[in-house]
């Protein structure tokens, strides 16, 4: 991930550069132009993507905050944040799938927490890394997170990440993993 200022209108991007890829250009434009269009206040805008030297990338709104580890390590967070957190990231997906996509990677590293406001990060494992076809993998994900029919090759879908969103939930509010 790269920290970048947009030269169009000077706002700062994180742009995710992919490894070079079987890129299947046309479905990727696709699947690009309906992230664009998905917005939501708990959801990182993606505000480009494209090719730069046979390297597939995505150029994300910078957000500046601390993620969901972070808040695991405060002693004084509240069951109460986390719910409010758990909550924001819910409405963010149910944005996500909304528009037919599945974010594929909830983890507490990808809730972004900026003064009380959340939002959702890394689209790494959307159907836009899918249409990418970047690897090899049976599976994708964070194991620790991942809904078990993501081992057998499944396609993240709305129940794998509500899944993962639990199991950080736990997470969040008891200090350790279910599992």
Known sequence: MYHAVDERDSHEVAIKLFPRA??????FRREAAIAMRNTHPNLVRLVDAGV???????????????????LLYRP????????DVIEQTFAALDAMH??????????????IIQDRHVRVVDFGRTRLAHVLALSDR???????????????????????DCFATW???????CGRRPY
């Open 98 to 111: 909304g528009a037919g996509l599945a974010h594929g990677d909830i983890k507490p590293e990808n809730i």
């Open 22 to 27: 079987r890129l299947r250009d046309e479905e």
């Open 76 to 83: 004084e967070r509240t069951v109460e944040q986390v719910l």
């Open 52 to 70: 730069h030297q046979g390297r597939p990338f995505l150029a994300l709104e910078y957000v500046d905050g601390i993620n969901g580890r972070a």
């Open 167 to 173: 199991v950080t939930a736990y997470e969040l509010v």
């Open 138 to 160: 049976t599976h994708a994900g964070t194991p620790p997170y991942m809904h078990p029919r993501l081992y057998q090759g499944f396609p993240p879908s709305p129940a794998t």
